[in-house]
């Protein structure tokens, strides 16, 4: 019997875990913390405009697992200086995050970004940033080079940029 309810319990707290449709954002997030992907998902979606906070924990988590819409939201969120949560540094390290962790998409993203201005937040670089951004690009550049197009989020007009850049020197 004691084997029983041990089960039943543990079943309830995997459903609850997994499936976080009734859960508050901040319980989903909790979830997210155990490397839920799911309550990563719900925790942004619900946190979206009203918890910058949550909002970004959430998508670093997901993204720090490998979620492509995690990495991708991030970087473009965080890059439009329109919105009132800015943050190009925030922006660059989402795109290289996604890069690390094998999405081309990101990786060429985080080339254009590293290669312009945005990365810098519009204000003076110091030579030791510019360096730093241009080693990025490319790094960045050279992955989605040689990454194989998926036809879905990185497609093969995306990868030639990312070479022609390459063998430009980025000018």
Same mark, same amino acid.
């Given at each position: 019997m004691r084997?029983?309810?041990?089960l039943t319990l543990a079943l309830a *707290? $995997?459903?609850f875990i997994s499936a976080p449709a009734n *859960? $508050?954002?901040e319980e989903a997030?909790?979830?997210c913390t155990q490397g839920n992907l799911d309550g990563c998902r719900f925790a942004v979606e619900h946190s979206r405009g009203r918890d910058f906070e949550l909002y970004k924990k959430a998508l670093s988590n997901g993204c720090m697992m490998g979620d492509r819409m995690s990495c991708g939201e991030g970087h473009f969120a965080f890059k439009d200086k329109r919105a009132p949560i800015y943050d190009a540094e925030q922006a660059g390290k989402f795109a290289q995050v996604g890069c690390q962790n094998g999405l081309s998409d990101?990786?060429?993203?985080?080339?254009?970004?590293?290669?312009?201005?945005?990365?810098?937040?519009g204000g003076q670089a110091t030579n030791d940033q510019i360096e730093a951004a241009r080693?990025?690009?490319?790094?960045?550049?050279?992955?989605?080079?040689?990454?194989?197009?998926d036809g879905k989020f990185f497609k093969a007009n995306d990868r030639q940029p990312a070479c022609h850049a390459l063998f430009n020197g980025f000018n």
């Open positions: 084997f029983l309810s041990m *707290a $995997t459903l *859960a $508050t954002p997030y909790e979830a990101m990786c060429f993203h985080a080339g254009r970004f590293f290669n312009g201005s945005e990365w810098r937040g080693s990025n690009a490319e790094i960045a550049y050279t992955l989605a080079c040689e990454a194989l197009p």
